[in-house]
């Protein structure tokens, strides 16, 4: 079986304060597209939703426009770019940084099955 969808029309859209997050849904793939205006930053903006001290969702993709400041729980940080492929997991923080948009494709399938839903949603 071949499945094919287009990120121009994704399965879902789940909104939040200076972003969103598209998915598709495909036989073993969940697949995300997320968007984060100038400004924005997980602890104020998804924080309250999900209702974690920090991001517990485990991120694997590639930044496609903007830039990022990522930050573990240990204090490690790193800076990803247009072009960057990324690996992080739970427990980190993320900001934009600059007057750029960032959008990432990330493909680890937790984002698009769990970023940004409340406790109460089961994430």
Same mark, same amino acid.
């Given at each position: ?8 029309? $994704? ?5 939040? $304060? ?9 036989? /073993?793939? *969940?697949?995300?597209? #997320?968007?984060?205006? +100038? ?8 924080? +309250?939703?999900?209702?974690? *001290? ?6 694997? #993709? ?19 770019? $247009? /072009?960057?492929?990324?690996?992080? +997991? +739970? #427990?980190? *923080?993320?900001?934009?940084? /600059? ?8 493909? #680890? ?15």
């Amino acid at each position: 079986m071949v499945e094919v969808k287009t990120i121009e029309k $994704p399965d879902e859209r789940r909104d939040f $304060p200076g972003g969103h997050i598209e998915a598709l849904h495909l036989t /073993g793939l *969940d697949f995300a597209v #997320g968007t984060f205006e +100038p400004g924005w930053r997980w602890r104020e903006s998804v924080r +309250p939703i999900v209702g974690t *001290d920090l991001c517990e969702v485990h991120h694997s #993709g590639v930044v496609v426009q903007g830039r990022m400041r990522l930050r573990t729980a240990d204090g490690a940080e790193a800076e990803v770019g $247009p /072009g960057d492929v990324y690996v992080v +997991p +739970p #427990g980190h *923080d993320a900001w934009v940084i /600059g007057d750029e948009q960032v959008v990432v494709y990330d493909v #680890g399938g937790q984002m698009a099955e769990t970023y940004a839903k409340s406790s109460d949603a089961g994430a």
